[in-house]
């Protein structure tokens, strides 16, 4: 079955009595959180991931300074993309400087900025996918700067240096845990309202792992994630985990049922 029929379908499945919690950032469970209770399912607000600024930007600003020598600019989120290209714009963009995103969403946020044309996957969206394009292959003394947060995966970086590329980390912004117990959840799961859980980063993952530890209640809710990597840790444990088919808040709408 097609993912769009899926998604079709779905639509007409009901959500009532079903309660989703919802760990990213505050500003981004906007859309899920709309669908959810457009299906008649009941949202938790649970961010376990809070954006920030850095404390500090000298770091950051010494080098994109050197944007005008790059071959590529790579941005690996749309926090990314917020927190980083209004210093770019001020530092000049060169003409010769190609773009590539993670995702569509990422692509979009570049957008907002005035850049139009933007590499992306055409199915998952994730390091590997961007990777396996023709663009990513022949790499061999082209510079890449890799716009992201404090840390991450280094998957994109060390395949590109494998090809011949020259890699440069742009870090221009932090993560942060604002959660110091799972209370708001253990509470909602004993008042029998809550049934799943969405995880749509292997940081965030961590955090809920940590915070709830053995946790009985956690053995018994559905954790609900928009890639298999992040499904890796929570299956190691024995939890109960569901894989979105794509990414998307529409795709992972489809699994919450």
């Known amino acids: 079955m097609s993912v769009s029929v899926e998604l079709t379908q779905i639509r007409h499945q009901s959500l009532t009595n079903i309660g989703i919690a919802i760990t990213r950032p505050v500003d981004q469970t906007k859309q899920l959180s709309q669908l959810i209770t457009a299906a008649g ?10 954006i920030a600024a850095l404390d500090d930007y000298n ?25 980083s290209m209004p210093r770019l714009l001020n530092h000049g963009i060169p003409s010769q400087l190609r773009f590539a995103a993670i995702g569509p969403t990422t692509a979009e946020s570049l957008k907002s900025f ?14 590997e996918s961007l990777l396996s394009l023709p663009d990513m292959l022949d790499m061999h003394g082209k510079r890449v700067m890799l716009v992201r947060g404090i840390g991450g995966r280094d ?8 090809r011949g ?9 932090q993560r942060i845990n ?12 004993a008042q029998q ?10 940081e965030a993952m961590r955090f809920l792992l940590n915070l709830a530890g053995d946790a009985d209640w956690l053995k018994q809710v559905t954790i609900c994630v928009n890639h298999a990597r992040i499904a890796e840790e929570p299956l190691k444990r024995g939890l109960t985990v569901k894989i ?4 998307g808040d529409e795709a992972m709408l489809t699994i919450l049922a």
């Open 155 to 162: 998957v994109l970086a060390n395949t590109l240096v494998q």
């Open 59 to 83: 770091a950051f600003e010494k080098v994109i300074q050197e944007i005008a020598n790059y071959d590529w600019l790579i941005f690996i989120s749309s926090n990314a993309v917020q927190n």
């Open 114 to 127: 005035g850049v139009n044309e933007v590499l992306i996957p055409k199915v998952r969206f994730d390091s």
């Open 193 to 202: 309202q809550l049934h799943r859980i969405v995880v749509t980063s292997s």
């Open 41 to 50: 399912g009941n949202v938790i607000t649970f961010p376990l991931i809070q």
């Open 244 to 247: 979105a088919p794509t990414s």
């Open 178 to 189: 604002p959660q110091t117990n799972c209370d708001v959840l253990a509470h909602a799961f």
């Open 165 to 173: 590329a020259i890699v440069t980390f742009a870090e221009c912004y």
